[in-house]
Each structure stands twice: as structure tokens, then as C-alpha cells.
């Protein structure tokens, strides 16, 4: 069992950035692929980021946004840069043992989400 505690979200104004952590209990930590998935009011979850051992991106964040994963401590980031209104939503960090999958219902284990809310 892996538990996925987020941290890191809040308020910004567009164009600012935020650092997101998602901290895995276990002691299998690099076995899994990480991934970070966004979920807006009204609107389905989707895909940001991944990383196994290279991170893979959604084209809406890429070159904006960047992952990251430290295995000595269990836990993997989102740095979020020019950030923009559109990236406002609930971000989940999710675990996997598949390769980078960019489908939520193959993640078997999920974070509670940390808000992330960009202002214009």
C-alpha cells in the first residue's frame, strides 16, 4: 500500500509560479511511475506530467512546467512556471508500475489534490 500526501498549492497571479510535493509512504518509492493529474470544476481529469526516469509531458504544460523526483525521500514535485488562468484546478500526484501511462484508471493510488487557483 502507498500513501500520496500533496502539498504546495495555493493562490497566484499569472505568470508566477508554484512548487507542488507529493510525499509516498513505502520503501518502494523508484519502482513507481509518478504522475501529476489536474481536475477544473466541471471538467474530466486530466493528464500533466510523469516521470519514471524522465519526465513525459501534456502539451499544455510543456516547457512551462517541470517534474521531478527524489528518491531518497520519497517524493516527487511539479515545478509550475508562467502559469496561467486555464491551469487552475485540483492537482493530484498518482502511483503506478506501469511506464509513464498518461490514463488516470491505470494509476492504482492518489493523493487528496492541493488547489492550485491562478488569478488574471
Known amino acids: 500500500q502507498v500513501q500520496l500526501v500533496e502539498s504546495g498549492g495555493g493562490l497566484v497571479q499569472a505568470g508566477g509560479s508554484l512548487k507542488l510535493s507529493c510525499l509516498a509512504s513505502?520503501?518502494?518509492?523508484?519502482?513507481?511511475?509518478m504522475g501529476w493529474f489536474r481536475q477544473a470544476p466541471g471538467k474530466e481529469r486530466e493528464f500533466v506530467a510523469a516521470?519514471?526516469?524522465?519526465?513525459y509531458y501534456a502539451d499544455s504544460v510543456k516547457g512551462r512546467f517541470t517534474i521531478s523526483r527524489d528518491n531518497a525521500k520519497n517524493t516527487a514535485y511539479l515545478q509550475m512556471n508562467s502559469l496561467k488562468p486555464e491551469d487552475t484546478a485540483v492537482y493530484y500526484c498518482?502511483?503506478?508500475?506501469?511506464?509513464?501511462?498518461?490514463?488516470?484508471?491505470?494509476?492504482?493510488?492518489w493523493g487528496q489534490g492541493t488547489q492550485v487557483t491562478v488569478s488574471s
Open positions: 516521470i519514471r526516469w524522465s519526465g
Open positions: 513505502g520503501r518502494t518509492f523508484s519502482t513507481y511511475t
Open positions: 498518482a502511483a503506478t508500475k506501469l511506464v509513464l501511462p498518461t490514463t488516470p484508471g491505470v494509476y492504482d493510488y
